[in-house]
């Protein structure tokens, strides 16, 4: 088994070391330091895993939406009526406008 074969192997399933990888791996000094950080990482990733979430964390973060979601449907609601005001004003424009050509 070469480097490149043990490597395959290791990375496959990092958790079973078969005979022959172990042949190997007692011989080679790169790949028995490429188990070693293999083991590391493995050992990282559980206690990134393992982190506890606060009991109070789910609420707070629906709390938190929740308040982004109304200031998103208030400022949809002052856009849309901004917009009827500037409809209104336009059409009294135009009406005030139509009278006035009418008398001219
Ligand atoms: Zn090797």
New binding site residues.
Partial sequence: ???LE??KKALADPNVILPEMTL??N??????Q?VKEMEAFDAKLIKVVDVVVPSEYPEKLWTKANACIQKQQWVARKVRYGLAALLILVFGVVFIMGKILFYL
């Avoid at 011989?27 to 028995?32: G, I, L, Y």
């Fill in positions: 088994m070469n480097c043990f490597s190997h791996l011989a080679c000094k790169k790949c028995s490429f």
